[in-house]
C-alpha cells in the first residue's frame, strides 16, 4: 500500500469519525438551544415578565390568564345555552315552583351547576382586578393595582357583575310571572358574549375557523329562536289555533288548556328547534307552521334574520373558497404568461416543454412564496435573522464559514438566492461566465467535462472558483459543465456581492484565501506528489466536503485513471476537511498547476500553512502505521477465531457420526 493510499485511507476513516461526532453534537445543539428568532421572542417574553411586579398581580399575557379565559369563554357558552332554555321550558317544571336553596337541598343537577357558575364568574372579577392591561396606542404595560381597577371599572366590571349575580335567590318563586322574571334578569349574563366575540377576533384571518364560528353562532341563534318560539306557544296554550295544540292534535293527544296531556319535553324542544332552523334555511315543511297572529309576526322576523345570517355564512364560504383557489388562479395565470410568451417569441418545441415544466416543478416547490416580496415587509435585521436561518444549512455544512462572525453572515445571508434544477437541466455550461458560488443542499449534479462526466457532486458539496484571481481579474469562464442528475435544490451568491461584503468584514477574504490555499496543496496529478485525480478538485475549493473550481477544471482523462478510481477519490474528498491537508511538496505543486497560471511568489502566511500541513501529514503516518497494525492483529485474531471454529465443527461432525 503505498503512502498516499494510506494516507487517503486514514483520512477517510478519521474524517468519517469527526463527521458522525460533530453531526451528533449538532444535532445535540439544534434540540437543546432555539434558534436565533425564538431566542429574540423568549428574550422579550423574559423581560416583560421580569419585571417588579406587584404582589398577586397577574400578566394579561401569561399561560395562566389564557388558560382562564377559555375556561370562562366554556362557561358563557353554557350560560347562553342554559338561561333561554330553562326560561322558556322550565315554565311547566314544577321544580321552578321550588326556590333555589330548596333545589340545592334536594339535589338538583342544574340548581348546583348554577351555582357553581356564580362563584366562578364571581372569582373572575377578583381575577380582571388583579390582571395587568396595555394602554392603547402606546402598548405601555400598566402594572399598578390602581390604575388597573380603575380601567377595569370603566370597561367590563359591570356586565361581568350583572353576569355573576345570582337573581334567582332575590326573586320569589311562587309565580309563573317571578320565574320569568328571574330568568330575563339572568340574561344579562349574554353579554359576555360581546367579549367573547373581541377575543375571538384574532382566529379572524383563519378560513376554517371562521366557518367554524359563524355554524356555532349559527346553531346558538337557532337555540334562541326555539326557545323564543316555545315560549309563544305556551303563552297561547288556550287558543285552540296554536302550534302546540296543533301538534298535541296531531300526536292524537286531547287538547288540554291544563297543560297536563302536552307532548313530552323532548318533542316540543325538538319541534321548536326543527321549525326554526327549516326558517332559517328557508325551507319551510309546514308540518309546524305559524298560525296564531303573534307566531306569524315572530316566523316574519325568524325569516329576516335567517336571511342576514345565510348570507352572512356563504357569503363568507364563498370568500374562503376563492382565497383558498386564489393560488391556483395564480398558477393559471403566469402558465397562459409563458404560453403567450413561448408563442409570440416562436421558441422552439424543445425549449417549450422545458419553459412548462421547469414553471410547473418550481410552482409546486415554493407553493408561489416570493422570499424577496416576503422580506421586504420587515426591518433589515429581521430580514437577515430570517435569511440566517434558510441557509443555516450551508453555514454549517461549509468549513469557510466556521471563523466568520455572525454580524458576517447576517449581512453575507441576504445576499444569498435559491434555485431549484429539475433532472438533466443545467446548472450552468462550460464557457459561460462563472458570476456565482453555488452551495448543493439537496441532490446530485453531474461534472461534465468534454462530453463526458468527471465528478458527481451532492449534498453539502459547493463549486465556485478562486477568489483572488476572480477578484482581480473580473468574472472567469466556467471550465466545465454542471448538469443536475436529480432534484436539486441550489444555494448560489455572486461574486460581486462577496466582494461588496468583503469591504466591510475582511474576515471573508481571509477565510476563503486560507481555506483555498489549505487546498491547494493536492492540487498537483499523481507525478507532482497530489492525489490521483484530486488535485484540480480541491484546488480552489470554496466548501466542504467538495469544492470545485470552475475556471480551473483539469482534463481527468490525462491522469490514467478510470472513472471508478476518479469517484473513489471524490469520495475520500466528499470525507475530507480543510483540518486534514493533501500531503505535497508546496512548490511542486504550485509550479505544476493545471489550467491556470500559477501565483509567481509565495507569502510567508501560505508558507506557514504548507509547512503545518506536512506537519500534520507526518503526524497522520505515525497514526497510521499503530491503525495497520492494530488492524493485523484484529485479523489475525480472526483468522485465529475462524480455524477454531472449523476445528469445533469438524469435532461436532465426527461426534453425530459416532
Known sequence: MSFFSRFALFNTIASNAENVFSSFSNTIQEMAEPSELEQLSSNARAKLQGRNLPKYVILHNSKFKASWDW???????????????????????KTKRISPLGQLKNGRYLAISNVVVDCLFIVDILINFRSTYTRKGT???????????????????????????????????????????????????????????????RYSEYGLAVVVLLTCLFTLVAHWLACIWHFIGISQITLPHGWITVLSKQMNSSYDPSYSSLPDLTTR???????????????????????????????????????????????????????????TARYHRDMKVIKEFI???????????????????????QKDQQLNQ????????????????????????????????????????????????????????????????????????????????????????????????????GNLKADATLMARTFTEVHYVAWSDVFSVAEAFPEIEEAMCQYLYTLDIGRCNQKGGGLVGQGPWSALALGAPIGISLVNIADFKSTQSNSKEIQVEADVNKNSNRKSPRPANPTTCMNGSIGETPPQTLSDKH?????????????????????????QDILDI?????????????LRHKTTYL
Open 139 to 201: 402598548d405601555e404595560l400598566v402594572v399598578d393595582p390602581r390604575m388597573i381597577a380603575c380601567n377595569y371599572l370603566k370597561t367590563w366590571f359591570v356586565i361581568d357583575l350583572l353576569a355573576a349575580i345570582p337573581f334567582e335567590f332575590f326573586v320569589s318563586q311562587g309565580t309563573e310571572g317571578t320565574a320569568s322574571l328571574a330568568g330575563l334578569l339572568k340574561s344579562a349574563r349574554l353579554l359576555r358574549l360581546v367579549r367573547v366575540s373581541r377575543k375571538l377576533d
Open 374 to 473: 416576503v422580506l421586504q415587509r420587515f426591518p433589515e435585521s429581521l430580514q437577515a435573522d430570517i435569511c440566517v436561518q434558510i441557509h443555516r444549512e450551508v453555514f454549517s455544512r461549509c468549513p469557510v464559514f466556521e471563523n466568520m462572525s455572525d454580524s458576517c453572515l447576517r449581512a453575507l445571508s441576504v445576499k444569498f438566492d435559491i434555485m431549484n434544477y429539475l433532472p438533466s437541466y443545467f446548472i450552468i455550461k462550460e464557457g459561460d461566465l462563472a458570476k456565482y458560488i453555488y452551495f448543493f443542499a439537496l441532490g446530485t449534479v453531474d461534472v461534465i467535462k468534454d462530453g463526458g462526466s468527471v465528478s458527481i457532486l451532492g449534498q453539502g458539496d459547493s463549486v465556485g472558483g478562486d477568489y483572488m484571481s476572480i477578484k482581480t481579474k
Open 343 to 365: 408563442r409570440f417569441h416562436n421558441i422552439p418545441e424543445n425549449l417549450q416543454g422545458t419553459l412548462t415544466e421547469y414553471f410547473t416543478h418550481e410552482w409546486s416547490a
Open 638 to 650: 480472526l483468522i485465529e477465531n475462524r480455524a477454531e471454529n472449523g476445528r469445533k465443527k469438524e
Open 71 to 93: 375556561f370562562v369563554l366554556a362557561l358563557v357558552i353554557y350560560t347562553a345555552i342554559e338561561i333561554p332554555y330553562t326560561a322558556a321550558f322550565g315554565q311547566l317544571d
Open 607 to 631: 508558507l506557514a500553512w504548507t509547512l503545518n500541513a506536512c506537519q500534520r501529514i507526518e503526524t497522520l503516518e505515525k497514526r497510521l502505521v499503530n491503525v495497520e497494525s492494530k488492524i
Open 269 to 327: 324542544y325538538i319541534s321548536s328547534l326543527y321549525f326554526t332552523l327549516t326558517s332559517l334555511t328557508s325551507i319551510g315543511f309546514g308540518n309546524v307552521s305559524p298560525n296564531t297572529n303573534s307566531e306569524k309576526i315572530f316566523a316574519v322576523v325568524m325569516m329576516l334574520v335567517g336571511a342576514l345570517m345565510y348570507a352572512a355564512i356563504f357569503g363568507n364560504m364563498t370568500a374562503i373558497i376563492q382565497r383558498l383557489y386564489t393560488r
